[in-house]
């Protein structure tokens, strides 16, 4: 029985990758895996794994995928994601891991590679504005702050600027953006997976575009 749709959103950084994948998984009630949440956890925590990622984060470097691949797969050994849906987010970034995807996917297709694109000038203002809660992960904008002195309209937490959105930081992510990840568009693209959505625009007018392409792909029930 199918039950949700198995989805890889692709972007550069500030593309808004992270506010609507999961704004798609709760729309489609699928588990949405962000590699950056799973890798800073990981860091907060202080386990090996992740203060060895978080030396490669606040440097704006790739992880190694050794790392990456243990987070990765650990979801997926929970169970249920296969059948029940994902969305990833912030993975695959370079062709070796999507080759290592397509072995976690164990011969069950993804439905859509989505690649939300948005201009590099659009992006570098994005992140050089953003700020996010410390607490729950919720993203705001210097021009879009929280409605009482940095405090998460959601949580409460405090709501910061992330520490690997420094300008260097930001410039060297889009460089490898364009030499690791940008290949990858070719590989889905062979495999007849790939759909670009014009991630320009209010939130809710990109959504209703990202809808739009999964609902094609991964027709609603019929009652
Ligand atoms: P993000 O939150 O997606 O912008 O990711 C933040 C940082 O986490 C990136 O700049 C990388 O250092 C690391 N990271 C996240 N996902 C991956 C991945 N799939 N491969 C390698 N590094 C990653």
């Known amino acids: 029985m199918k039950r949700g749709p198995r989805l890889v959103l692709l972007g550069k950084q500030g593309a808004g990758k992270g506010t609507q994948a999961t704004r798609l998984g709760d729309r489609y009630c699928i588990t949405h895996v962000s590699t950056g949440d799973l890798l800073r956890e990981a860091a907060e925590k202080?386990?090996?794994?992740?203060?060895?990622a978080a030396?490669?984060?606040?440097?704006?470097?790739?992880?190694?995928?050794?790392?990456?691949?243990g987070v990765v797969e650990e979801q997926f050994a929970e169970g249920g994601m296969l059948e029940d849906g994902f969305i990833l987010d912030g993975f695959p970034r370079n062709l070796h891991q999507a080759e290592e995807l397509e072995k976690l996917?164990?011969?069950?297709p993804l439905h859509a590679v989505i690649n939300l694109d948005v201009?590099?000038?659009?992006v570098l203002d994005r992140i050089a504005g953003r700020r996010v809660c410390e607490g729950c992960g919720m993203n705001y904008h210097v021009n879009m702050p929280p409605k009482s002195d940095w405090a998460c309209d959601e949580c409460g937490g405090r709501v910061v600027q992330r520490e690997d959105d420094t300008e260097e930081a930001v410039q060297r992510r889009l460089e490898l953006y364009e030499e690791v990840t940008v290949p990858i568009i070719d590989f889905y693209r062979g495999l007849?997976?790939?759909?670009v959505v014009d991630g320009v625009g209010e939130g809710d007018e990109v959504f209703e575009r990202l809808v739009k392409v999964v609902?094609?792909?991964?027709?609603?029930?019929?009652?």
């Open 192 to 195: 007849g997976k790939l759909v």
């Open 46 to 52: 202080g386990t090996p794994a992740g203060l060895k």
């Open 55 to 69: 030396h490669y984060m606040n440097s704006g470097e790739l992880v190694p995928d050794d790392i990456v691949l």
């Open 215 to 223: 609902d094609d792909r991964y027709p609603p029930e019929q009652p």
């Open 105 to 108: 996917l164990d011969g069950e």
């Open 119 to 122: 201009p590099t000038e659009i």
